[in-house]
């Protein structure tokens, strides 16, 4: 079966401008997480949807936002763009719930800002 | 807030060889889950083995097992008969359990090179 499915694989884009990236969970995965992963701070949760719901947030500015649809795939959208946004963006799902038996990620979408 | 260490930037071994790797973590709950995360280059992250924190038995996956110590918060990755297709990064990573907040907290990685 398909894994974790995030699109694009790579984006450049400009200081100031918005951008969307996708996720598409495993069929029927209900809960989706996002993590940013960068050289100087590491894995750092995002947000977390379940049921299209977010469940909770992370420590990041209101720039950053996302939403999941009735079909479970979600999308994460940061406005306003700053160079430090660069960063590889990952997406996760899990079967249950709760992610307590490991999430299966994606191969997320590496973003450059310039 | 639940930090996670991960001591060792980069390790290398042999192939065949067994490597350890090392993980810490600090928490004040006594219900949590704890995992060790792959990534190679192909950067997606891959679930190498999970470990429930009220069970003492130590779990197993093949070559890949751990050693968890609850009461000194540690939780170390044994790679048995290392194979160049181990070469990774190797994340440890914690999440509570009954919080509401499923979230993974990850320690900064060790990269670990097979070498032929």
């Known amino acids: 079966k398909a894994g974790v499915t995030q699109t694009p694989r790579y984006l450049i884009k400009t200081r100031g401008q918005q951008v969307t990236l996708s996720c598409s969970p495993i069929s029927g995965h209900r809960s989706v997480s996002w993590y940013q992963q960068t050289p100087g701070q590491g894995l750092q949760f995002l947000f977390e949807?379940?049921?299209?719901?977010?469940?909770n947030k992370g420590n990041f500015p209101g720039r950053f936002s996302g939403r999941q649809f009735s079909n479970s795939r979600s999308e994460m959208n940061v406005s306003t763009l700053e160079l430090g946004d660069s960063a590889l963006y990952l997406c996760a799902s899990s079967l249950e719930e709760k992610g307590w038996y490991g999430y299966t990620f994606g191969s997320g979408t590496r973003l450059t800002v310039v | 807030a639940q930090t996670v260490t991960q001591s060792q930037p980069e390790m290398s071994v042999q192939e065949a060889e067994t490597v350890t790797l090392s993980c810490t973590y600090d928490?004040?709950?006594?219900?949590?889950?704890l995992f060790w995360y792959k990534q190679p280059p192909s950067r997606q992250m891959i679930l190498v083995i999970r470990?429930?924190?009220?069970?003492?038995q130590n779990a197993t996956e093949n070559r890949f097992s751990v050693n968890f110590q609850k009461a000194a918060k540690s939780f170390s990755l044994k790679i048995s008969d290392s194979q160049l297709g181990d070469t990774a990064m190797y994340f440890c990573a914690f999440m509570k359990q009954y919080s509401g907040s499923e979230k993974l907290v990850f320690g900064k990685g060790t990269k670990l090179t097979v070498n032929p």
């Open positions: 949807y379940f049921s299209e719901t977010q469940r």
């Open positions: 928490t004040s709950e006594n219900n949590y889950y």
């Open positions: 470990q429930e924190a009220y069970k003492q």
